[in-house]
């Protein structure tokens, strides 16, 4: 019940098109669900993180999607670039355990073509 | 710059030694955190500190041990009895009971 899965596990867009990854979880206590984005080597950054109170969240060409009847939610990077070629990692947690440990997806590699 | 420092990057490790992975923040968070990164798996916590002079274990914390004598450190030692410690390490700190985790750069550790 604690785990969070993620998909694709890797994924090529073209520059301009759409990324979409996707995660679903089982635990119902979750209430924060970051992204983190990571370069090779480097640790890993967050990027945009959602609350089950708004079905969604925008931040310039990123934005989170959030189902909480299906136990979902997903990124949207929209207009991909180049640069935002990285693995992508969806997490989550609940403020109750007063811990601040995060769950990981298996992470997504995402290449975006020139 | 405040952030959280990793050192070191590489560490190579002998069968049957133990090693001390060091992390080091000035974020003033109270909670730390360690997690371990395989290829295809993501990152697994292997224990958490969320105040000093207590940590708990995580998901993985066979083989490993730490220490938190001090709000701003966090070392873990891989011991020998870790049966498959290549992997790379990834120290994280956030403030007590909070969300945004804030991660230093890793050590890849590689046992020859």
């Known amino acids: 019940q604690q785990q969070v899965k993620q998909s694709p596990q890797s994924l090529i867009v073209q520059k301009g098109g759409i990324s979409i990854i996707n995660c679903a979880y089982e635990n119902t206590a979750f209430d924060y669900f970051p992204w983190y984005q990571q370069f090779p080597g480097k640790g890993p950054a967050l990027l945009i993180a959602?609350?089950?109170?708004?079905s969604e969240k925008k931040e310039g060409r990123f934005t989170i999607s959030f189902n909480k009847s299906a136990k979902q939610f997903s990124l949207h990077i929209m207009d991909s670039q180049p640069g935002d070629s990285a693995t992508y990692f969806c997490?989550?947690?609940?403020?109750?355990?007063?811990?601040?440990?995060?769950?990981f997806g298996q992470g997504t590699t995402l290449q975006v073509k020139p | 710059d405040g952030g959280i420092t990793q050192s070191p990057k590489y560490l190579f490790r002998k069968e049957g030694q133990n090693v001390t992975l060091s992390c080091e923040q000035n974020l003033n968070h109270d909670a730390m955190y360690w997690y371990r990164q395989d290829p295809g798996q993501g990152l697994r916590l292997i224990y958490y500190?969320?105040?000093?002079?207590?940590?708990q274990k995580g998901d993985i914390a066979e083989g490993y041990s730490v220490s938190r004598e001090k709000k701003e450190s966090f070392p873990l030692t891989v011991t020998s009895a870790q049966k498959n410690p290549t992997a790379f390490y990834l120290c994280?700190?956030?403030?007590?009971?909070?969300?945004?985790?804030?991660f230093g750069q890793g050590t890849r550790l590689t046992v020859v």
């Open positions: 959602i609350r089950p109170d708004v």
């Open positions: 997490a989550a947690s609940h403020g109750s355990s007063n811990t601040g440990k995060l769950i």
């Open positions: 500190s969320q105040i000093v002079n207590d940590f």
């Open positions: 994280a700190s956030s403030y007590a009971g909070g969300t945004e985790a804030f």
